[in-house]
């Protein structure tokens, strides 16, 4: 055993090698950070340190009382919620037209274009779309033109998180398109000409040929987006969003940024940011297993 581990290393030493620094930096900046934890039992002082009172789960209890954190739990869960459903159906429908395209190149074409944003930080992306959604911008001016009102956008609190859901999902939904793509690409071809020869259309063949075989990839990646529930994209929201629309468009991240960084409230800041956290690893374990089981899917 110790004689085939020794010659195990011996020859694969330079790829142990290749990853080291990898390893070192996520330590450094992944791991070392975590005793910052204890922040969330303490009364945090800065002045102090870490040497500062401990008070148990008072931060908790505290923060769960809030009527406001219940209300960003809110927030959060229904705008994730609508951004996974909309991230699985939009790409599976757009993957099943562009499979249907004849012409290759112009297939390819609107490949990239709507592959293109998904590459844009959403500091780019939030200035194109306040312009864009602005009481002066393109949008509005085509609503006047039809001679109704403009539209407050991203200053109407009951509108503001389904317009974080849309734009996130037309900013996306090209990443998922190529992998449903690549799915399909998978079928064997030999399946449509059965089909073709009993007298199957195109519709008939996607029905009870292409939909059923892209069912476990479409599982797949409803199973694996659970662990995303609670990340209800802080880039966005933050860039987005203003006071006004807090009661709707508010979620945990923006609400730890704000109660942590802007306030100073290290410790209330820090509990909500560790709740997030163990509730995503359960989350994550939980769609780990629901892929194992429904979709033939193993991480490890």
């Not at 037209?97 to 297939?107: G, I, S």
């Not at 490949?111 to 939030?126: D, K, N």
């Not at 006047?144 to 539209?151: E, I």
Request: aromatic share 14%.
């Amino acid at each position: 055993m110790r004689r085939s581990l020794a010659k195990s290393l011996g020859r694969e030493w330079p790829y142990y090698m290749l990853i080291l620094p990898c390893v070192v930096v996520v330590f450094i900046f992944h791991y070392i950070p975590l005793y910052g934890l204890v922040i969330a039992f303490q009364r945090y002082n800065v002045a102090l340190g870490f040497n500062s009172p401990w008070v148990g789960l008072a931060n908790f209890r505290q923060i769960f009382s809030q009527v406001q954190f219940t209300r960003t739990i809110w927030n959060t869960l229904f705008i994730a919620g609508g951004k996974i459903t909309g991230g699985i159906v939009v790409p599976v429908v757009f993957a099943l037209l562009l499979n249907e395209m004849r012409n290759v190149h112009v297939k390819r074409v609107f490949q990239t274009l709507v592959y293109l944003p998904y590459f844009m930080s959403w500091a780019i992306m939030a200035g194109v779309f306040i312009d864009i959604l602005s009481l002066d911008g393109l949008v509005n001016k085509a609503v006047m033109a039809l001679g109704l009102q403009p539209v407050k956008f991203l200053g109407e609190p009951n509108l503001f998180p389904w317009v974080m859901i849309i734009t996130d999902i037309w900013k996306g939904f090209g990443f998922g398109t190529v992998v449903y793509l690549a799915a399909l690409t998978s079928i064997d071809p030999g399946l449509y000409e059965a089909a073709l020869v009993d007298g199957a259309g195109r519709w008939m063949q996607t029905v009870f040929i292409t939909i059923p075989l892209l069912v476990p990839t479409v599982v797949l990646m409803t199973v694996l987006s659970l662990g995303n529930v609670l990340n209800a994209g802080f880039d966005q929201i933050y860039n987005l969003y203003s006071p006004i629309v807090y009661e709707k468009g508010d979620i945990i991240d923006t609400f730890v940024y704000r109660l942590g960084i802007k306030q100073a409230q290290y410790s209330m800041g820090t509990a909500v940011g560790l709740f997030k956290s163990a509730v995503s690893a359960v989350l994550i374990g939980l769609s780990q297993f629901l892929a194992d089981r429904l979709a033939g899917y193993r991480v490890f």
